[in-house]
């Protein structure tokens, strides 16, 4: 279905009484337009999607207050690399520990990190690292051998202004072959 008819169906929902579904939860992804057009003032691109503040808006490190760190906080699809022989599947970012893997582990490692991207589109520094972690395991840019159990899911994050590239990262996600958990998430500034 084509942006255009989505919103004709939820503007006839609408008139009907019923409740839609939020759009993005519809499949509209936030940066089509029905007219195509580009989108306006500075944002986070990566892989064909913009970042949008209100669809990808999400909880901080309090979504994982009162629960263990072997929890599973989200399951994300994650691309197979058959050059790597990696088979597509799940990838679960638990909540983890600071000083070990997951959720935590990206918090209290990585904030500041994620806080320079997020400054400058006026968004919270966990929704950079969420976006940037769907990207990388679902249309990664490359994928790495780091060690036998881990690979690096890597996705181009582009900071765009006036329809100009002006800052580029490469974001990281770390997976455990075996385990299929997100291990960390961080950017590195591309020069």
């Known amino acids: 279905?084509?942006?255009?008819?989505?919103?004709?169906?939820?503007?006839?929902?609408?008139l009907a009484g019923c409740t839609p579904q939020p759009l993005a939860d519809a499949g509209f992804?936030?940066?089509?337009?029905?007219?195509?057009?580009?989108?306006?003032?500075?944002?986070?691109?990566?892989?064909?999607?913009?970042?949008d503040p209100i669809a990808d808006d999400?909880?901080?490190?309090?979504?994982?207050?009162?629960?263990?760190?072997?929890?599973?906080?989200e399951t994300f699809d994650r691309a197979g690399w058959p050059e790597l022989d990696v088979a597509e599947g799940d990838a679960v970012l638990r909540c983890g520990n600071a000083d070990g893997a997951g959720w935590r582990h990206i918090a209290a490692g990585h904030t500041v990190d994620f806080r320079e991207l997020a400054a400058l589109v006026g968004v919270g520094w966990e929704d950079v690292a969420w976006f940037a972690i769907d990207r990388a395991l679902e249309q990664p840019t490359r994928v790495e051998p780091y060690r036998d159990d881990i690979v690096n899911y890597d996705v181009l994050v582009e900071h765009v202004d006036s329809g100009s590239v002006e800052r580029s990262w490469m974001v990281t996600v770390g997976v455990g072959l075996g385990s299929g958990q997100v291990i960390t998430a961080f950017p590195d500034e591309q020069h």
């Open 1 to 14: 279905m084509t942006p255009r008819a989505l919103l004709g169906v939820l503007a006839v929902a609408a």
């Open 29 to 51: 992804e936030p940066d089509a337009s029905p007219q195509g057009a580009a989108p306006t003032g500075p944002h986070l691109t990566a892989e064909g999607r913009q970042l």
């Open 58 to 73: 999400v909880a901080g490190t309090e979504a994982c207050d009162g629960r263990s760190g072997r929890e599973a906080l």
